[in-house]
């Protein structure tokens, strides 16, 4: 399974991005897997903020990000989308996504859990 992040850019503050993540593979079944978008900002650890079980649908967010981003899922296309609104500076980061089989119960934001990582997608919040 690949994954590839895509849709980063420069954005200012309280605008909005939507980033990408494209899952390929052969003979894979996504509904055997969780997938989670990480970021990583300059200096800083790696952050998990959001959660989604391609098994039951659970999806959890980090409170810096959970009234203002939003995990999404295209079947049909094998994507995952992160919608990102009321942008901050804060946010700037490179962010990532993953995915792990079977999906976690718990821990679902922690990066240790993950083994299959995509490149990451620059996003950037300045005026």
């Known amino acids: 399974v690949q994954l590839q992040a895509s849709g980063g850019g420069l954005v200012q503050p309280g605008g909005s991005l939507r980033l990408s993540c494209a899952i390929s593979g052969s003979s894979f079944t996504l509904e055997y897997y969780a997938i989670a978008w990480f970021r990583q900002a300059p200096g800083k650890e790696r952050e998990g903020i959001a959660f989604l079980s391609m098994s039951d649908g659970t999806i959890n967010y980090a409170r810096s990000v959970e009234t203002r981003f939003t995990i999404s899922r295209d079947n049909t296309k094998n994507m995952i989308y992160l919608q990102m609104n009321s942008l901050k500076p804060e946010d700037t980061a490179n962010y990532f996504c993953?995915?792990?089989?079977?999906?976690?119960?718990?821990?679902?934001?922690?990066?240790?859990?993950?083994?299959?990582w995509g490149q990451g997608t620059l996003v950037t919040v300045s005026s």
């Open positions: 993953a995915a792990v089989s079977p999906p976690p119960f718990r821990d679902t934001l922690e990066p240790y859990l993950y083994d299959l």
